[in-house]
Structure formats: C-alpha cells, structure tokens
C-alpha cells in the first residue's frame, strides 16, 4: 500500500494494541509471566509483519500487475484498496472475537487464511481473480493483527509490555521501507519468471513456518469479561464502507451515472444509522462497533477525520506516484522504491521524538507535522510540474518526499494519545478500534479518490495527470493542520 510507509503502522499499532483488554491477574497478587512469552512475541511479530510488509510491497508492482494481466485503472484502484476494505470491515469485531473466544484461535486462522490469500495472489490469472484474493488478504490480516497486540497486552506487564511494544513500533517503522525496496527487488528479480507475483509468493513459507511454531510456543488468551461481538452490525459496517467506495472507484469510467450516487448515499447512511442505532441501544453483553458516546466528543470526532483525511492523502498519493515513475519516468520497479523510501527516511527520523514532544506540546506538534507533510507534497507538485517543462527525472522530488515523511513522524505517531486524553478509560478500546478502521478505510478512499483524479487526467500525459492529483494531496494535509487545533492541548499520559 501506499507507501504509508509507514510509521502509519506505528499509529495503527498504538491504536490496535489499545482495542484488547489487559491480562488479569490472580487474585491477590500479580499475574506470573509466561516462560515462552518473548518466543511467542518472536513468532507473532513475524506473522504482523506479513501484514505490515504487504501494506507496501504491491506498490511499486502495480504497474507490472496492471501489464501483465491487462487491468484497467479501476481494476488498479481496487488491487489497493480490496486490501484495505477487508481490513476495515474486519478489524473491531475480530478484536472482539479474539478478546472473547480466544486470541491464539484467532492467529492461527487468520495467518493460515493470509498465506492461502497470498498464494491465490500470486496465481491470479485475471485482475477480477487479483482484486477477489486481495480482499481475503485484508480480511485475513484483521484476523490476525488485533491478536499480536491484545497478546502483548497480556503476557508482558510493566517495563516488559513497553519493550514489547516498541519492538512492534521498531519493526512496524522498518517494514514500510523494506516493502518498498523488497516489492522492487522482487519485481524486477523475475525470480522463476514470476515478476510481480513474487512479492504475494514470498508469503508463503513465511506463513507455514509462522504457523508451525505458533502451534507450539504461543499460549492461549482470552478476557473472561469480554463482551459478545455484534456480528449483524459488522455486517452493515462492512456492506457500507463497500457502498462508500464502490461509485467513487467505479463511477468515472461508467459516466457517474444515477445508481453510483445512490449506491455512496446508502453507505453513508448505513454507517450514520449503525452509529445512531448503537448509541441508542443498551447491551451488557454486546460490544458496540461505533460507540456514540465517543462520537459526542468533538475532540474525537475531529481525531477520527484527521486520521481519515491522512489516509486518503497517504494511500493516493502513493498509488498514483508508483505509476508516475514507471510509466511516465521510466524508472524500473526497483529504482522506484528506492525513491519512494525517501519518504520513509523522514519519517524514521522524527517519529522516536514525536511522542515526548507531543508530551510537551501537545497538538501542536500535529499541526506542525501536517504542515510539513502539506509542504513536502507541496514540494513535490511544484518539482513536478518543472519536470513537465524540463525532464529532470524525479530526483528533484526527494527533499520534499523526506520533508513529507518528518511531517508524517511528527502528525500521526502521537495522534492516537492526542486524542484518546479526551476520551474517557472505559471508551479507549473502542475508540482505538475506530481509530484503526478510519486508517484502513481512509485508505480504500485515498484509492478511490485521488486515483480516479489522476486517471481522469491520463490524457495530459503521467507527468500532467499526477499534477492535477497533487493540489488534492498537499490540500488534505493543510486541512489536517487546521483540524489539529481543535485537538485536546496536551497528550494523554501513557501507563508504561
């Protein structure tokens, strides 16, 4: 995916570890530690960082997949954003599951799932048969990814628990920037004459040994008090993100025609009654999907569309940059993760800061983070532009793609603590859990969006249409700066 690049998985990491409940300990003293906990976190790192990788490895290999099988640009659209639908729809309520049926169960099927996903993949043989199988994928990695971090919370306590975390945070930074080199690597390696397909291929001995040694050395959890998820309001959720997105993806190409609107304005209730529906209901034993409570603070609310608006600039952008590079520079898929991996390179220098400055400063270390990432991408759109006139190649880009990733350091690693000091304890999980859902689902959006802008304007020419895409990207970003200053001042102090 888009180069989140990320340490948009640190966000989804704090963000997703906070959706499972803590381990309870024996009555009257302290929980004893598990003698296999760190092999255990060992073999379920490895499993997330499946997850983790995939989020930016199929970029720079879908210009090569869009070739190859013959996809048209929506098909493209949905290579990225089928992943990312999956995920969102999924995330919460299995979260719950694992919470209350069992987080090892729960691993074990959504890392096996991941790896089937990933071989059908890798064999796809039409973009309809890509798209279908990168869907499973994002189902599966919301299987398995709540599991890793409600696991954590469980088996590590104190000074253990804030080590295992920023081993998570460590390798969640590195991943998007390996993805990026690795899906070039893979891509133009050819390896057997697989191309592209390499970079879903190398899924699977990884799932297969993850799976072995998860069978042996990881426990299993589970929260005694957890509630029972509401499985017919997962439903409605998923069937309206995939309403949202359907018509935006697919209306260009069909001349935005009357059932495309009816289809965006059904998801869009469907998620408002969802949300109306639960604030009004009052279950002991259902845990609700989109909490209302949550919703009334406007702190939160703001966070949410903050860390909605990041997505779509993230994923877009970096959907349409891959593009740019291969088919209007030139650049052979490896050469583009290297200067795609810019982007990550400011971003793994400002993110081990950022939390203690936004302890300091609170939102403001948002705002100036959004308006880097506004400057940088700002940058880039004005590079691009000289490039119509003069060709430079696309190296002048690059201080404005390390710009972009500090700003991005500095905006999302501490967005999750930010905004959770306005929401009370008993509401953190759930809030978390809305958090990680608007990142996947703000994602599918960036897809939708920003690419049927750049495809709208193919006929100026690559350089000519991702032109007409940046104003869209940098604008997001200076919007985030604005919203940020409705955020709460100070971030939340942390338990470890």
């Not at 973009?127 to 709540?146: D, E, S």
């Not at 439903?235 to 935005?256: D, E, K, T």
């Not at 350091?409 to 999980?429: C, E, I, W």
Request: net charge positive; with cysteine; proline share 5%.
């Amino acid at each position: 995916m888009p180069a989140t690049p990320d340490t948009p998985a640190t966000a989804s990491t704090v963000s997703t570890a906070s959706t499972t409940s803590t381990s309870h300990a024996p009555a009257g003293g302290a929980a004893t530690p598990h003698p296999r906990r760190w092999a255990a976190a060992a073999v379920m790192m490895v499993a997330a960082l499946m997850d983790l990788l995939d989020v930016t490895i199929v970029n720079v290999a879908i210009p090569s997949i869009g070739r190859e099988l013959g996809a048209s640009e929506s098909a493209l659209q949905w290579i990225v954003s089928a992943y990312l639908l999956g995920f969102a729809a999924t995330l919460i309520v299995s979260g719950h599951l694992g919470d209350r049926y069992g987080r090892k169960a729960l691993f074990l099927v959504g890392t096996a799932a991941f790896g089937l996903a990933s071989l059908a993949c890798g064999v796809a043989q039409s973009p309809g048969q890509l798209v279908a199988a990168r869907a499973v994928q994002g189902v599966a990695a919301a299987l398995l990814m709540p599991q890793v971090l409600g696991s954590f919370r469980t088996l590590f306590q104190g000074k253990e628990r804030g080590a295992a975390f920023g081993m998570y945070g460590a390798v969640a930074g590195f991943a998007s920037a390996a993805g990026l080199l690795l899906g070039g690597v893979l891509t133009d390696a050819d390896l057997f004459g697989w191309g592209w397909r390499s970079v879903f291929l190398v899924n699977l001995p990884v799932a297969a040994a993850t799976l072995a040694a998860a069978l042996v050395l990881v426990p299993a959890t589970r929260e005694r008090s957890a509630g029972r998820p509401d499985v017919v309001g997962s439903l409605v959720l998923a069937g309206s993100l995939v309403a949202v997105v359907l018509p935006l993806v697919q209306g260009r190409a069909n001349g935005w025609p009357l059932w495309g609107w009816l289809c965006l304005a059904a998801g869009v209730l469907g998620l408002v009654g969802l949300a109306v529906a639960e604030g009004g209901r009052r279950s002991r034993t259902t845990v609700p999907l989109l909490p209302a409570r949550a919703f009334r603070l406007p702190a939160f609310s703001v966070g949410v569309v903050v860390q909605l608006l990041f997505s779509v600039g993230m994923q877009g952008f970096f959907l349409v940059f891959a593009i740019w590079l291969q088919g209007g520079e030139g650049y052979t898929p490896m050469q583009a993760g290297v200067v795609s991996v810019a982007f990550s390179v400011g971003g793994l220098v400002t993110a081990p800061v950022a939390d203690v400055l936004a302890a300091k400063f609170g939102r403001f270390v948002l705002v100036a983070g959004a308006l880097l990432m506004a400057g940088g991408f700002g940058w880039v759109w004005a590079a691009v532009e000289e490039s119509s006139a003069v060709h430079t190649g696309a190296w002048p880009l690059v201080p404005g793609l390390v710009v972009a990733g500090a700003g991005l350091g500095f905006l999302v690693v501490p967005l999750v603590n930010v905004v959770l000091s306005a929401v009370p304890a008993d509401m953190a999980g759930g809030a978390s859990g809305i958090f990680s859902t608007a990142q996947q689902f703000g994602g599918a959006l960036g897809a939708a969006i920003i690419g049927t802008i750049f495809f709208g304007h193919t006929q100026d020419g690559p350089t000519g249409a991702l032109s007409a895409a940046m104003p869209w990207v940098a604008g997001g970003f200076a919007l985030c700066a604005v919203l940020c200053l409705a955020l709460p001042r100070r971030a939340m102090a942390r338990e470890e």
